[in-house]
């Protein structure tokens, strides 16, 4: 983690209670940030069903999935650390990992983050894990919106290492196809090149720094005081002051067309589809292309969380959140 935004006094703070290991990606050896909570090597995890959470597209795996707890707020505030919530679930050994560029992961040489090298690095930290889960069956996969479908390619890929994939809030439209971009090094100057379809990350901009209100466009439900002003719940604001530390800067994504390889029938492992019901990156009528298009032949789940948005396991639901996922990686 040297070198990049979790390597300060600030920083640290979000890392509280975590384990950090460092697995170098198997084709470059490129150190790649993975956090998990008590591991104390003694055995004991190899008892448990392991599973590793992929981030979306902007945010680190630590404030995602380890958001810490207020310092201004009450020591009885509920904790909304999804890894900690999975661990004391008592039967689940939950990982995440950052990807290059982002928290505890430094940026490669090229400076960009591309889905089939998000594939790769993910493929290394999951037979890092099935090696310390020697005893055990083998690693569950969860990606989050962006996240899910570099699971989801990663899962149609390498089945044999994975037992089941958990796709939640995925983003996954088959009317979206993304285009091939420019060449890295070419100039171009119309603005309607700038971009790939679908995709809001200038392909050709200076870094550009992430902002507060675009840490909380996930909290699309709102709650209302006594007035009935509209305001971002606490856990928004809470969640866009860790995300702007652990990522400051806005990572840039390229070839973003890798990502048209998702084809849910090729997926050949157990899967569960999982979001909320006023998810708008994930709309019902989607999820159930997603859904009703998986490979025939394996067990598949769908749930519906309602009253949630694009964060269920940030939100007021995310109790019924955890509940779903312990149950499906229970079977």
């Known amino acids: 983690m040297e070198d990049t935004p979790l390597d300060s006094p600030e920083g640290s703070k979000l890392v509280q209670g975590l384990n950090i290991h460092t697995v170098h990606a198997k084709d470059d050896g490129h150190p790649l940030a993975v956090y998990t909570v008590n591991d104390e090597g003694d055995g004991k995890e190899n008892q448990r069903t392991p599973v590793l959470l992929l981030h979306g597209r902007t945010w680190s795996s630590v404030p995602v999935y380890h958001l810490a707890e207020d310092a201004n707020q009450s020591q009885d505030a509920e904790n909304r650390s999804l890894i900690e919530a999975l661990y004391n679930r008592q039967h689940i050994q939950p990982y995440s990992m950052d990807f290059r560029g982002f928290g505890g992961t430094p940026k490669d040489e090229s400076g960009y983050v591309e889905p089939l090298q998000c594939v790769s690095d993910a493929l290394s930290v999951l037979n890092w894990i099935d090696q310390r889960h020697s005893d055990s069956q083998k690693p ?161 789940s769908w749930c519906i969380i309602s009253n949630a948005d694009h964060a269920v396991h940030l939100s007021d639901e995310r109790g019924r959140f955890v509940e779903s996922v312990s149950n499906f990686l229970s079977k």
Request: proline share 8%; net charge neutral.
């Open 140 to 300: 569950s996969l969860l990606g989050w919106s962006h996240g899910a479908l570099i699971a989801q390619i990663t899962a149609q890929r390498h089945p044999r290492l994975l037992s089941s994939l958990i796709l939640y809030g995925s983003i996954y439209n088959p009317n979206i196809k993304y285009s091939i971009p420019p060449p890295r090094n070419s100039d171009v100057h119309d603005t309607n090149c700038g971009h790939t379809d679908h995709d809001d990350f200038p392909l050709h901009a200076m870094a550009a720094r992430n902002c507060f209100d675009g840490a909380m466009e996930d909290f699309t439900r709102r709650s209302c005081n006594e007035a009935r002003a509209i305001f971002p719940p606490a856990s928004a604001r809470l969640f866009a002051r860790s995300a702007l530390t652990s990522d400051p800067i806005k990572a840039k994504w390229w070839n973003l067309h890798q990502l048209n390889e998702c084809h849910p029938s090729l997926v050949k492992v157990p899967t569960m589809v999982i979001a909320g019901d006023d998810d708008p990156y994930a709309p019902t009528a989607t999820q159930s292309e997603l859904f009703t298009n998986l490979r025939r032949g394996v067990d598949r």
